[in-house]
């Protein structure tokens, strides 16, 4: 079963405005990553949280994690066109530390 | 380096035919994991290995077998093709540890 499920499924915005992406998952995790699909294309990994952490930053990417509620949340500060794609949450489940799952995803639009 | 590469890119099987999807890596990475992907259901895991000689199964290993005889290489074998295997495969590897994964770019199957 997946692990992690993605709010919302789609979501459609303006260059330069933000995009929030929120990803709730089940078990206790060792830590939780955000990948990039671009259409027809492998994902790519963007940013790894560990459980301990609360909050990390990359470049125009932040990603906060709060364990009591199991969730986490992506922003992508004045989003660019370039970032339409479909983004995925993945956790490391404590006690299974080589097994990545996966959540089912946002679409990301962006328009100019 | 090359990452992940897997082959072949695109591939069309009639029921019940047996196939060998390849996947390699060249980074020395110890984990490697086979994934599909399916419209609407994000990415689910077929098999994954933790090193030479050692295999799991994941959510949904049923009509897959697989086999890791070396760090690099980790094929996915399906015995009789069914037109609910159908799907986007992809292969991903990773290091111990609290790190990414690094995808493939995909294996696009088709079984009629």
């Known amino acids: 079963s997946q692990q992690g499920e993605e709010d919302p499924q789609a979501l459609s915005i303006q260059e330069g405005e933000n995009a929030t992406m929120n990803c709730s998952y089940k078990?206790?995790?060792?830590?939780l990553q955000w990948y990039r699909q671009n259409s027809g294309r492998g994902l790519v990994h963007l940013i790894l949280?560990?459980?301990?952490?609360r909050e990390k930053h990359s470049g125009r990417l932040r990603v906060t994690l709060d364990t009591s509620k199991k969730s986490s949340s992506l922003l992508i500060t004045a989003s660019r066109a370039a970032d339409t794609a479909s983004y995925f949450c993945?956790?490391?489940?404590?006690?299974?530390?080589?097994?990545?799952?996966f959540g089912t995803g946002t679409r990301l639009q962006v328009t100019l | 380096n090359a990452g992940v590469t897997q082959t072949p890119k695109f591939q069309v099987l009639k029921t019940g035919q047996s196939m060998t999807l390849q996947c390699a890596q060249d980074m020395n990475h110890e984990y490697m994991s086979w994934y599909r992907q399916d419209p609407g259901m994000g990415l689910r895991l077929i098999h994954y290995?933790?090193?030479?000689?050692?295999?799991d199964q994941g959510e949904v290993p049923n009509g897959y077998n697989v086999s890791r005889s070396t760090t690099e290489d980790f094929p996915l074998r399906l015995l009789s093709a069914a037109p609910s295997q159908t799907s986007v495969y992809f292969c991903?590897?990773?290091?111990?540890?609290?790190?990414?994964?690094?995808f493939g770019s995909g294996t696009r199957l088709t079984v009629v």
């Open positions: 078990t206790s995790i060792n830590n």
């Open positions: 290995s933790v090193g030479a000689g050692i295999t």
């Open positions: 949280i560990r459980s301990n952490e």
């Open positions: 993945a956790t490391r489940n404590t006690g299974t530390a080589s097994k990545l799952t």
């Open positions: 991903a590897s990773s290091r111990q540890g609290a790190h990414g994964y690094t």
